[in-house]
């Protein structure tokens, strides 16, 4: 059943402490988390728009509250639910390679922290996330509003099936890995549409954006990761993340 509930050393940032009054030490780690882990050499992230949206969510307003100090680190944190919150990284590039504009529409398949709905929410017209866990999808909700974010919309259920009611969607972001691209998902992206997702084995993923053409996909890999499959199941890998463009 469908639950809708509406619309650094090496890889740690270090928070530095700061006087009562003085700027905000997580707007700073916010800042530092741009220029060392996204915008510098061997990440380059160099969308603009990409990196000022990750500059201005509150990434630590979707973790625990006990991990907000960590929020900021390049790597994936636990949300509950044996979920995680993808690191910095991979959202941003992630979302750079679906090129969102202001009239988009964009479907995520999220599992469950609300983040990459946020990111996305600075870029696209409308934002509809499922989520895969109901308990997880009820708190991104409440947080997601908020924040502020009115034109995102949750519900919680079966990423595999999307969002009929609001397709066909400009652009289609899978944050948890199934085996295959789940054919309505495909449907639901419109002609010209992208759609970034992690498919494969439990042991292998590979991060693939497809171009919808003429009805047809087109698919280029982009770099092997390793997700949270669509069970919902978290795994670890301790591999080191190859560089964007890895075969």
């Known amino acids: 059943m469908t639950a809708w509930f509406g619309a650094l050393v090496a890889d740690e940032i ?14 700073i780690a916010r800042q530092r988390m741009v220029a060392e882990q996204l915008s510098c050499p061997g990440r380059d992230i160099t969308n603009a728009l990409v990196l000022a949206a990750m500059e201005k969510v509150p990434r630590h307003e979707f973790v625990p509250e006990r991990l907000r100090y960590q929020a900021y680190q390049d790597r994936p944190r636990p ?33 469950g922290s609300g983040y990459q709905a946020a990111i996305l929410a600075e870029l696209a017209a409308k934002v509809y996330t499922v989520e895969i866990i109901e308990d997880l999808a009820g708190r991104a909700a409440v947080d997601l509003k908020r924040l502020g974010y ?48 992690p498919v494969g084995s439990s042991w292998y993923q590979e991060l693939g954006l497809l171009r919808k053409q003429g009805g047809r996909l087109e698919r280029q890999a982009v770099l092997p ?18 560089k964007a463009g890895a075969r």
């Open 150 to 197: 009115t034109n995102v919309y949750v519900r919680a259920g079966d990423g595999y099936k999307g969002w009929p009611e609001a397709a066909p969607f400009d652009a289609i972001i899978v944050t948890c890995a199934p085996e295959k691209a789940p054919p309505p998902l495909i449907e639901q992206l419109k002609d010209g549409g992208r759609m970034i997702i």
């Open 79 to 111: 949300i509950g639910h044996d979920q995680t919150i993808s690191q910095p990284y991979i959202v941003a590039f992630m979302t750079e390679q679906l090129e969102p504009k202001p009239t988009d529409r964009v479907l995520e398949i999220g599992t």
């Open 225 to 242: 990761v390793r997700f949270v499959p669509m069970t919902g199941q978290s795994q670890r890998s301790e591999a080191p993340m190859p």
């Open 14 to 27: 270090a928070l530095p402490r700061l006087a009562p009054g003085a700027e905000d030490p997580l707007a």
